[in-house]
């Protein structure tokens, strides 16, 4: 049986046998797409595979003249002899674990994902395997979320309140995949809810691709208003501080991401709240899917790599922190995309 | 309990002092006697004494988690803070232990620091499992010492006197010294105002403008009509003595009490009814200044042993009199306050009070040429006062001018970075700079501040792709990002690799248009230095 399907090169995760790079940093001629984040889906590629459900954000993000080619969860293909099959990751819409299996040898590549309940995509499903690729972002016991139940009565009470004092709420979380999530757990019954631009994009390919999402209108497609008082509006963490907020008058800021859960990043956001929501695995969840895998061989990336390997070498586990580019587990550098 | 959790995060999440001073008030106006009272103990920086060292607490907290104590210290390094990694790390329970603040202080905190070890492993998982995170983190914060929430104790006395319609300078007087914080003392700060006057209270200090150093300062008027001293870099006091007793006042109206015993004796040699201006600083016997690092030494220090006393004496150099023989003097004119402040002092040969000089002059030239001596003189510049002005309050326009010298700058280039704590953790915002010496870059000060959030996130990417070596939380990065330093003083220092040390260095601007190869060198600091003092 053969030893490795994938290995790591300067332009990312490799496969020799296939012909193919998954979630490659630079321009390759085949890519296999985890999921339509940027730091996954990079432009400038001849030919693209990823899973049906990401056909229209990733559209969204790769416009160019490129071949696409789109398979359900659950089916695979054969690329260049190495059977290849995308299986739900529960990050957002669309997102895949991706599973290579050649001569009896299976390896998954997590991509982004979670364990929690999200009504925007379809639940993560543990993927047997030889060696899993797992991200580590949260890899730390210090991230363990809060029931998203509990965190979305918290926001909705944030907004009541606000509402009730003739406030706006901006709400920042990034625009893919957070933002949606969000727009699932708000209470509707509270007051109109508005967008920014490239959070009203993607609401459109979740729209289109089958997700139904509450009413929303683009702030920019608003004629006049006179206030904005009680309305609650989804922007990226970026828009933060711009004059682009100046519109909304009296308002409130909040801030929804994992990272929330440090009182430094909490504060440093200069925000009024901080909710802690996150679409990562945190560490119960990681070490849950890694036994859910019954891999023999963990590889990390993305995140407290060093660290999560190391513990999972002391249970005895075969495991390995793969070097890594610009990307050490800050998720400022996709929320800020 | 869950009041005080709640006060604590209103406070942790803002900035604005109304907001604070609301919910200071807030909590207080519904507060319980005896929870208040430790409230307001622990917001004015009162702590318990230590009862477990930071070593087991990590060791018991990896432990209770089922974590190894090392994946422990890699969790802190990306908190920032030991009380918050240990609350987020331990397992809580579902439910709440439904105690007061003081019942959790009295009953579980205090008693942990007589206990045997094992009892004390138990009391503190105990803690774990019943509480939230909100709350086991203030819990932590107050078991480790570090509870701090951004609000001084004269915050907490505005508070106070608001809230329970008393006079400020009452509450700040109700709150000095050594008091136990019970049920009773609280209620003791909130009776009626008592009759007579208080020998502590203050007057309000009269503040400089600074004056622009390129505006000329024939635009004053006529140089005759100005009296000059030194500026002097120190802490600026009002020192009174009333009733036999003598207090100190620094700027930020806050009371410093046995933190100046030298002053405080001196003071004590001043007729009843005096109440001086001036500005404390470090300095030897000879009477010759000291550089502001050498009080720094003192500063913060609420009990100074003999060692430091002899190593940093301090002097108060008085420049004002406000008060004389028990009568508010302050709507004379300077020169009449001068002359009586003279004549009093010149009663004290040898005393730690002296005067603050005058500096003559007959132009304005003149003083712009004393000016440039400033640094040598460890002064950051001139004072000058209108000479028939009376004392005002508050910052008048017209009648005081700070007139400082500029900042020193230097072009240096950015070589280690580190993770911010608390506010900036997971950011690296803590920078070290260098500057050449011959081929090599020597560091030789450390910076955090002046960069916008934009560029500190673009620095952050830049250290993250350009690391070289990590030496635990600091990593050294390709020599590339020049940025121009700001500082106060230099002098030397043998601790320092670069024998220099800097006071009060920031970042002025990144300095996108130069090259590390353009930054300036030792040399060019060295020029800076102070001509060597004699030992
Ligand atoms: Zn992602
Ligand atoms: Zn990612």
């Known amino acids: ?337 | 309990m869950q009041d005080f959790v709640r006060l604590f995060h209103a406070l942790d999440a803002t900035t604005k002092t109304n907001e604070k001073l609301t919910a200071l008030r807030r909590y207080f106006a519904n507060a319980e006697a005896a929870d208040a009272a430790w409230a307001t103990y622990f917001l004015c920086g009162g702590k318990l004494k230590r009862m477990i060292s930071g070593k087991l607490l990590r060791q018991w907290a990896a432990e209770q988690a089922d974590v190894p104590l090392w994946l422990l210290e890699e969790s802190y390094h990306a908190v920032g803070d030991l009380a918050e990694t240990i609350s987020l790390l331990v397992i809580g329970g579902a439910d709440e232990a439904p105690q007061s603040l003081s019942e959790w202080v009295e009953h579980r905190l205090l008693p942990l620091a007589g206990m045997e070890e094992s009892l004390a492993r138990e009391g503190l998982r105990d803690i774990w499992w019943h509480t939230r995170i909100d709350a086991r983190f203030v819990l932590m914060k107050l078991i480790t010492g570090a509870f701090r929430v951004g609000v001084s104790k004269r915050l907490v006395t505005r508070a106070l006197a608001a809230e329970f319609r008393i006079a400020p300078e009452v509450m700040a007087h109700r709150l000095m010294g050594q008091w136990q914080p019970t049920a009773e003392f609280f209620k003791s700060l909130k009776r009626a105002e008592q009759d007579g006057p208080l020998p502590s209270k203050p007057y309000p200090f009269c503040l400089a403008h600074a004056w622009p150093a390129s505006d000329p300062l024939e635009s004053l008027g006529n140089c005759e009509e100005f009296a000059a001293e030194w500026k002097w870099d120190g802490i600026r006091c009002q020192l009174i003595r009333r009733d036999g007793q003598v207090f100190i006042w620094s700027r930020g109206e806050e009371l410093m009490e046995g933190r100046w015993p030298e002053i405080e004796q001196a003071a004590a040699e001043l007729p009843d009814g005096t109440v001086l201006d001036g500005e404390l600083l470090a300095a030897r016997s000879d009477g010759r200044i000291l550089s502001f690092a050498e009080l720094q030494r003192r500063i913060g220090r609420k009990r100074v042993g003999k060692k430091l006393m002899q190593d940093v004496p301090v002097i108060l150099l008085a420049f004002d009199l406000l008060e004389q023989a028990g009568t508010d003097i302050r709507a004379l004119p300077w020169t009449a306050r001068r002359q009586q402040l003279e004549l009093l002092l010149s009663k004290l040969p040898d005393s730690a009070i002296r005067i603050n000089g005058l500096i003559e002059a007959k132009s304005w030239q003149e003083w712009v040429a004393i000016r440039e001596s400033s640094r040598s003189m460890h002064a950051e510049g001139l004072m000058l006062k209108r000479r028939d002005a009376c004392y005002e309050v508050g910052r008048p326009r017209g009648t005081w001018w700070k007139w400082k010298v500029d900042p020193y700058t230097v072009d240096a280039v950015l070589i280690y970075a580190q993770k911010g704590h608390g506010r900036r953790a997971n950011l690296f915002t803590d920078y070290t700079f260098a500057v050449w010496n011959d081929d090599q870059l020597v560091p030789f000060a450390k910076a955090y501040s002046g960069l916008s959030d934009v560029e500190i996130q673009q620095v952050d990417r830049f250290v993250r792709s350009h690391t070289n070596e990590t030496f635990g939380p600091v990593r050294s990065v390709t020599p590339k990002l020049v940025m121009e330093l700001a500082f106060e003083g230099i002098q030397r220092s043998s601790r320092h690799k670069s024998g220099i040390a800097t006071r009060f260095p920031r970042i002025v601007r990144w300095r996108q248009d130069k090259q590390p190869e353009d930054a300036n060198s030792l040399e060019d600091l060295q020029a800076l230095l102070p001509p060597e003092a004699p030992a």
């Open chain 1, 1 to 337: 049986m053969v030893d490795n399907l994938l290995q790591l090169t300067p332009r990312g995760l490799y496969c020799e046998l296939g012909g193919f790079y998954v979630d490659p940093y630079e321009p390759v001629e085949r890519a296999i797409v985890t999921h339509a984040h940027s730091d996954h889906a990079r432009p400038g590629c001849r030919k693209y595979l990823a899973a049906l459900p990401s056909q229209h954000l990733l559209r969204l993000r790769l416009t160019e003249e490129a071949e696409f080619t789109f398979v359900d969860y659950g089916q695979s293909l054969d690329v260049g002899g190495v059977k290849v099959s995308f299986h739900p990751a529960g990050h957002i819409l669309g997102s895949a674990q991706v599973r290579l299996e050649y001569r009896g040898r299976v390896e998954v590549v997590s991509g982004d994902y979670k364990l929690e309940s999200d009504l925007t995509c379809k639940a993560w499903e543990p993927v047997v395997c030889h060696r899993l690729i797992s991200e580590c972002t949260f890899g730390l016991p210090v991230f363990r979320w809060p029931d998203s139940a509990v965190i979305a009565g918290e926001i909705n009470q944030w907004w009541r309140a606000a509402a009730e004092e003739g406030k706006c709420c901006l709400l920042y979380g990034y625009a893919v995949g957070k933002s949606q999530r969000l727009l699932s757990l708000l209470d509707v019954s509270i007051g109109p809810i508005y967008t920014h631009g490239a959070v009203e994009k993607a609401c459109q390919a979740y729209r289109v691709s089958g997700v139904s999402l509450p009413d929303t209108e683009y702030v920019g497609a608003v004629e006049r208003r006179d206030t904005w008082a009680g309305a609650l509006v989804l922007a990226v963490p970026s828009a933060h501080g711009t004059s682009w907020t100046r519109r909304f008058g009296n308002c409130t800021t909040a801030m929804a991401s994992g990272w929330m859960m440090i009182r430094g990043t909490r504060r440093r956001r200069s925000m009024d709240r901080g909710f802690v929501i996150s679409d990562h695995v945190d560490w119960p969840s990681l070490l849950r899917a890694i036994t859910a895998s019954r891999a023999e061989s963990i590889w990390l990336m993305h995140g407290y790599t060093v660290a999560v390997a190391r513990y999972l070498r002391e249970l005895g586990k075969d495991a390995l922190a793969l070097g890594q580019r610009t990307f050490d587990g800050s998720e400022d550098a996709e929320y800020l995309t």
